[in-house]
């Protein structure tokens, strides 16, 4: 019993650790994503003021 416990309680871990990891792309790519837009709008600002 001892040596399941261990599997299980170590399976948790990686679940936990998955999510987490999960989470913190999920943060990185909204970031990228926002930087993108506003490099987006920047270009479209330029171009509809003529300046090149």
């Known amino acids: 019993m001892g040596m399941a ?5 170590l399976s948790f871990v990686f679940y936990i650790g998955a999510f987490v990891i999960s ?3 999920l943060v990185l790519f909204i970031k990228l994503a926002r930087r993108g837009i506003r490099a987006l709008d920047l ?6 003021n003529g300046i090149e």
Not at 5 to 9: K, T
């Open 43 to 48: 270009y479209i600002q330029e171009k509809e």
């Open 5 to 9: 416990m261990f599997f299980s309680f």
């Open 23 to 25: 989470i913190y792309c």
